[in-house]
């Protein structure tokens, strides 16, 4: 039996609540009983914004925040207009309230259908991770849920009455790294951002509600993050004005007492504070008992990293941290690594087309590298070798493109649509994760419509790409900064000098690396040395500019810290795209 209590309950007795019941009403009824005013209004949408940011904390498995009927299926019934009806039903998905309409199921409109019945923003609400806002100091706010899987789920959001630029910045939602974005209303990918999304003239009350991807970097969790699972009599401590991150901590001061959390990535830091009244705690990954930590220390120290673990394969895994001593156990953040994925472009050797393709360059319509290869016949394929743990197809959409079958590893995984009225480049098609970390082979088939493109691969693997503005990279010389080039560079950047024997050098953990730069008529050659022993001079040197090239790689490294030095030789100068590091 579901046990739903109603209505406008107070939030100072959620615990009561949360004990006795399934849900419960955090406000009034959200129909309007007013003569001459339809189902709702906009007043009553509104006000549930700020009931989201005080109980969205409280929300998850056995009991969920209720915002009420959600009337947006019928227009001339509802009384919002199309804008504040899909900022409802963002409202709805985004906190996991429960989706119930109270519309006269028998005049939906096209309109309404379409909201709905939305798979991706359906699916936003039944993944259980209620968002909240960065802040609601203005009209123009970005709310925001960590995934656990290096995605977020980003709502934007005009609750003011004009139209106004709405931006969520990755550093304010804890992502440190670039990120790629998709609309999920539209089923649109919208590119690759180094620090965060603007949605330009969002309207009054319209909203944005999108899927931000990590493309590599690292994630934080706060402590009050829903997806970490707290055992025991835990309490949430805030605005102590230690140093905490978010300035605040979750505590308790029960032995034995526990917290779990399973995230995606290829390695996790547990950051607490430290204290004269804090002890031991037992660490586990993957329910493997790993080490006892001292978080003990004589005076406070704010945001201290007590455990690491890196180099765990690229997937699911899962922390837990247990009270072992000590008065009392904090948690602050938590901090997991994401793989970057590695970029493979339509003319990559390595990709086997099988029919009659044909390749089309300085397209001008943003594809990666602006170019794609492209057939018109049936039942033509291109197939592609890999090794990693999953992997992405991208391509463009358009109304002449229409069914591809995917296989993976000879076995048919789905038939995905290509087609879309009006162009759409660098879409995301199909994508497969968690695959056994090794080598594996992706097969795509056309099936329908007048053409079938490949634009580019992005291998998922448990490699770490390092930008080369990454802090812990020591630049000697003249080396300067050139941002927005525009050429493709990893994070649209590059470091460069034109003084020979200047060099880089970055030290890492890891067992092997890789050093990514363009290559171009300007460039010549670098001396690479690795833990300061010469290993070979690369040619850096190409007649026409290629983008993201690896010019030195090497592997089976002894597991541990290492480091990578690269020497400017010749030419006129030597660039710095990125690094990539196995773990």
């Known amino acids: 039996m579901w046990f739903e209590l109603s209505w406008a309950l107070d939030h100072s007795y959620v615990d009561t609540w949360k004990q006795y019941a399934n849900g419960w009403r955090v406000n009034w009824d959200v129909e309007a009983y007013q003569p001459g005013v339809k189902l709702t209004e906009w007043n009553n949408i509104a006000r549930l914004f700020p009931d989201a940011a005080t109980w969205w904390r409280d929300a998850g498995p056995g009991g969920w925040n209720d915002f009420d009927s959600l009337n947006i299926g019928n227009g001339a019934m509802d009384g919002l207009t199309q804008d504040e009806r899909r900022t409802a039903m963002t409202l709805w998905a985004m906190s996991s309230a429960q989706l119930y309409t109270g519309n006269d199921l028998t005049n939906l409109d096209s309109f309404g259908i379409g909201l709905l019945t939305n798979e991706e923003v359906i699916a936003v609400n039944q993944a259980g991770r209620p968002a909240h806002p960065v802040s609601t100091a203005s009209n123009q706010q970005a709310w925001y849920a960590n995934n656990g899987d290096g995605t977020y789920t980003v709502a934007l959001v005009n609750l003011g009455s004009s139209a106004a630029n709405v931006t969520v910045n990755w550093s304010d939602i804890g992502l440190n790294g670039a990120a790629t974005v998709r609309d999920l209303w539209t089923h649109t990918d919208l590119g690759t951002f180094n620090t965060g999304y603007t949605s330009t003239s969002l309207p009054?009350?319209?909203?944005?509600?999108?899927k931000v991807r990590a493309s590599g970097g690292s994630v934080?969790?706060?402590?009050?993050?829903?997806?970490?699972?707290?055992?025991?009599?835990w309490q949430r401590s805030y605005n102590r004005g230690l140093g905490d991150y978010l300035d605040d901590v979750h505590f308790t001061q029960t032995n034995n007492d526990y917290f779990e959390y399973n995230f995606n990535g290829t390695g996790i830091e547990l950051i607490t504070e430290k204290d004269s009244s804090q002890g031991n705690v037992d660490i586990y990954v993957d329910n493997v008992f790993k080490q006892t930590v001292n978080t003990y220390n004589a005076t406070r120290q704010s945001q201290q990293t007590v455990y690491a673990i890196s180099g765990l394969s690229n997937g699911s895994h899962k922390l837990k941290a247990v009270k072992k001593?000590?008065?009392?156990?904090?948690?602050?953040?938590?901090?997991?690594?994401?793989?970057?994925?590695?970029?493979?472009?339509?003319?990559?050797?390595?990709?086997?087309?099988?029919?009659?393709?044909?390749y089309n360059g300085s397209c001008g319509f943003g594809d990666y590298q602006d170019d794609v290869h492209y057939t018109q016949t049936n039942n033509d394929y291109a197939e592609y070798s890999f090794n990693g743990t999953g992997i992405e197809l991208v391509t463009e959409k358009d109304s002449s493109q229409g069914n591809i079958d995917i296989y993976v590893d000879n076995v048919f995984k789905q038939?995905?649509?290509?087609?879309?009225?009006?162009?759409?480049?660098?879409?995301?098609?199909?994508?497969?994760?968690?695959?056994?970390s090794g080598s594996h082979t992706i097969k795509a088939v056309k099936k329908s419509g007048t053409y079938m493109l490949i634009d580019q691969f992005k291998v998922l693997s448990n490699k770490i790409q390092i930008n080369d503005t990454d802090p812990g990279i020591i630049h000697s010389g003249a080396w300067s900064l050139n941002s927005n080039r525009g050429f493709g560079d990893y994070n649209n950047d590059v470091h460069f000098t034109q003084t020979n024997n200047d060099y880089f050098q970055y030290t890492f953990n890891g067992t092997g690396i890789e050093l990514l730069t363009e290559k171009e008529a300007g460039q010549g050659d670098v001396d690479i040395y690795v833990d300061n022993v010469f290993k070979t001079t690369v040619s850096t040197y190409n007649a026409t500019r290629l983008m993201n090239q690896v010019v030195y790689q090497i592997t089976?490294?002894?597991?541990?810290?290492?480091?990578?030095?690269?020497?400017?030789?010749?030419?006129?100068?030597?660039?710095?795209?990125?690094?990539?590091?196995?773990?």
């Open 204 to 210: 009054s009350h319209a909203s944005r509600l999108l």
């Open 325 to 358: 001593s000590g008065t009392y156990m904090l948690l602050d953040k938590l901090r997991f690594s994401v793989p970057s994925a590695i970029l493979v472009n339509d003319t990559d050797g390595a990709i086997t087309y099988s029919g009659t393709w044909i």
């Open 556 to 583: 089976g490294l002894t597991p541990g810290s290492h480091t990578l030095k690269a020497v400017k030789k010749t030419g006129t100068y030597m660039l710095l795209d990125s690094l990539r590091v196995t773990p």
């Open 220 to 233: 934080t969790a706060n402590d009050d993050d829903t997806g970490i699972k707290y055992t025991g009599s």
């Open 415 to 436: 038939t995905v649509n290509t087609y879309n009225a009006t162009r759409q480049a660098q879409q995301t098609v199909y994508r497969i994760s968690g695959l056994s």
